[in-house]
């Protein structure tokens, strides 16, 4: 039976999770993190797109990917094909490196695009894996709330959404338990009374 094809329009943005085999390691030194790095970046040359966060975990990833002209497909291959060569070379050893097709959600709302990027940057602290989410370096988090460069993301989308400093109110937003399901965030929230500054 065929795979259902994914739903794709350019400036499509999604959700994007992918586990290790059998739950396997997919990262297991530092060099594998900045690896996946790399070859993101040489897809996104090829492919343009923007990456909005990311959260390379242990066995799993997510990241927050708005694509362009390209269908994510052709992104999510080359990423993951390229990165499985390497690692299997690395390992010396034969094999899929990760478990089945990819997670692709499609994110259509402001809501559903700003809890997705919280959701990926406390993945760390839910794993109990730091105590401060900001220590986790295979995350874009501490870029977020030190307002510093990273090559990987575009962070304008989602500083967009806070008030100035959008960086700090972004970092609250993220720590709190803020609920901005069914609220149209452009119009509806205020950010100060919702995170009680």
């Not at 997510?62 to 094909?81: A, G, R």
């Not at 295979?138 to 500083?159: F, V």
């Not at 959008?166 to 338990?177: G, P, T």
Request: charged residues 25%.
């Amino acid at each position: 039976m065929a795979r259902k094809r994914r739903v794709w329009y350019p400036g499509a943005m999604y959700h994007i999770t992918a586990r290790g085999n059998r739950r396997a390691a997919i990262f297991r030194i530092k060099h594998d993190y900045e690896m996946y790095l790399t070859l993101l970046q040489e897809v996104r040359n090829k492919y343009p797109f923007k990456l909005h966060a990311y959260c390379l975990m242990t066995n799993h990833l997510h990241l927050q990917i708005e694509t362009i002209s390209d269908h994510i497909q052709y992104i999510m291959k080359d990423l993951h094909s390229n990165y499985a060569i390497y690692f299997n070379k690395r390992l010396k050893i034969d094999g899929h490196v990760f478990q089945g097709r990819y997670g692709a959600q499609l994110i259509e709302d402001d809501a559903y695009f700003l809890e997705v990027s919280r959701y990926i940057h406390r993945n760390p602290l839910e794993a109990k894996m730091v105590k401060k989410l900001e220590d986790y370096p295979w995350s874009s988090y501490s870029a977020y709330i030190y307002n510093e460069a990273n090559p990987y993301i575009d962070k304008s989308k989602t500083y967009a959404y806070f008030p100035d400093p959008n960086h700090l109110y972004y970092q609250r937003f993220v720590e709190s338990n803020v609920d901005v399901k069914d609220m149209n965030v452009k119009e509806d929230i205020t950010w100060e009374q919702l995170l009680q500054v």
